[in-house]
């Protein structure tokens, strides 16, 4: 018998809770595991550990491929700053030679890791950041000459994404980041709309998006492109203009992620006033979702949208967020995020952790031979399974007997009042063997996601005054 106590309040005070926050800004964008890193406190990561765990798990036959994320700090300034909008951590481009510096810490840092990953499979590859496309084109061979030192055997279905801004896409970049073994770019567009974009402080035309795309398909790569809704001043008519234009010019991957607005961002401190309200975005998610659905597209997360057909695509993440089992993912390079869990392992054995997200800090650790982690968080067994509903619901989907068979407990009976209010709301339907968001569900994701765990929050932020007063 499991002693999780997550479980939450019961019907009512979930149906109170979801009826006070469906106009409330979602702070916290669908999160992709829990806790928030504002509890990651732990500063001795036991990584070499880790990294033995995985291989006893691949000598039994068990574990999961491992994704890998690399990133990259750099971006070019803007103004507004951090592109007005952006709360991940970034430092200014000043030239080459930063990218070349860093590049040699990448190295430095992947050659730690080389014992350790020794024989396990690769599962995906996403090049991200920051600006991952200001790399030259020569980089794109070394970048990929990276990965395989770690993982030599690389099988054709594992999805390798590289990430950037359209005006620094090139045609030559284009043809080396295909030639490198990399099959999927991303693009961050945001806005098609130029006046609404420029808000951004961005440089971006929509030349830059067009010609992207056609050299995408010219050398064979599949290619998504990021949109935001929720934008200032941005309507109903200016999002489907862009959703249109987009449609038209054949992408199959688009994600349309909602305007995350906080810290000291332009948006959040001198354009609060021209956001759209909640209720505005739910709007909007609703006709995107009847727009891209009548255009044939799939919707695989809560903002992921993928038209059938495509020649060049792989399977998208399935294995992330339509498992219970595992939720490997290594992070290499500034700032990168690391989640090591697999429900085998005994307690204790579960972490996330980050990189430093200081350069110098993150180089400073390498150049003493030591993993360059910042802080991490160490999750007890019902953390691991809170995350995994999470991840599992960014899917839109949890499968209630792979849950029983990791977790020996129904995920039905645990979380009983948030289900039944959920299904109040038109939220999610319940099976059998599934439960399923729908309607605005996928929209209230973050909402849910917090719902479900808020007791273990709670908990969390109790422990956490104790630990502050001791
Ligand atoms: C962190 S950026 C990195 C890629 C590249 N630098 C770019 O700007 O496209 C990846 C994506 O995160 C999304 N993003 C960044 N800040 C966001 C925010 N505050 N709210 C919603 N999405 C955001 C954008 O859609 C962006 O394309
Ligand atoms: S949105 Fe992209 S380009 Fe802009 S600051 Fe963030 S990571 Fe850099």
């Known amino acids: 018998m499991n002693n999780f106590i997550s479980a939450a309040d019961g019907l009512d005070f979930a149906r109170d809770y979801i009826e006070n926050h469906l106009d409330k800004r979602q702070v916290n964008k669908i999160q992709h595991a829990f806790p928030s890193p504002r509890f990651w406190n732990e500063t001795e990561i036991p990584v070499q550990q880790m990294l033995e765990d995985r291989q006893k798990l691949h000598a039994q036959g068990l574990g999961a491929p491992i994704n890998l994320y690399m990133g990259v700090p750099y971006c070019i300034q803007t103004d507004p700053g951090k592109c007005g909008y952006c709360l991940f951590p970034v430092e200014a481009f000043t030239g080459n030679v930063d990218l070349e510096r860093y590049f040699e810490y990448l190295k430095r840092e992947a050659a730690m890791y080389k014992e350790g990953l020794k024989g396990l499979p690769l599962g995906a590859v996403f090049f991200g950041g920051g600006t991952s496309n200001l790399y030259k084109a020569e980089k794109f061979h070394e970048l990929m000459d990276l990965v395989r030192s770690l993982f030599p055997e690389i099988k054709p279905y594992v999805d390798i994404t590289l990430e950037g801004i359209p005006q620094l896409f090139t045609r030559e970049k284009i043809q080396a980041i295909k030639e490198s073994g990399m099959n999927r770019i991303s693009m961050g567009v945001q806005q098609v709309n130029e006046r609404l974009n420029s808000f951004s402080g961005r440089k971006q035309k929509t030349q830059h998006v067009i010609q992207t795309l056609e050299w995408a398909k010219e050398f064979g790569l599949a290619a998504n492109i990021d949109l935001i809704f929720g934008w200032p001043q941005q309507t109903v008519q200016t999002m489907v203009e862009d959703l249109e234009t987009v449609v038209g010019w054949g992408v199959y991957d688009i994600t349309h992620y909602e305007l995350n607005v906080g810290g000291p961002t332009d948006f959040a401190l001198n354009r609060y006033h021209e956001l759209p309200s909640t209720l505005s975005n739910l709007e909007m998610y609703k006709v995107a979702r009847d727009l891209l659905k009548s255009h044939g597209y799939e919707q695989i ?3 992921n949208w993928r038209k059938p057909g ?7 993440e399935e294995g992330v967020t339509h498992r219970f089992d595992n939720m490997d993912t290594l992070g290499l390079g500034y700032a990168a995020l690391t989640f090591f869990s697999d429900v ?3 307690e204790g054995h579960s972490w996330s ?4 997200r200081n350069l110098n800090e993150y180089k400073a650790r390498i150049d003493d031979g030591k993993f360059p982690t910042e802080a991490g968080f160490k999750h007890a067994r019902e953390d691991f399974m809170i995350s995994l509903i999470w ?3 960014f899917g839109m989907e949890l499968d209630r007997e792979d849950f029983n068979s990791s977790f020996d407990v129904d995920i039905y009976e645990h979380f009983e009042g948030v289900w ?4 109040e709301f038109d939220f999610i339907e319940v099976t059998p063997h599934k439960i399923r968001l729908k309607g605005d569900g996928p929209f209230y994701t973050p909402l849910i996601q917090t719902l479900l765990a808020e007791k273990r929050y709670q908990q969390l932020r109790e ?3 104790v630990e502050a007063q001791a």
């Open 353 to 356: 952790f980050i990189n430093w």
């Open 310 to 316: 495509n020649p060049f695509s792989r399977p998208y």
């Open 420 to 423: 039944k209010a959920l299904e």
């Open 463 to 465: 422990k956490m005054v």
């Open 391 to 393: 991840r599992n619901l």
């Open 301 to 303: 997360t809560a903002y």
């Open 344 to 346: 085998a392992l005994d």
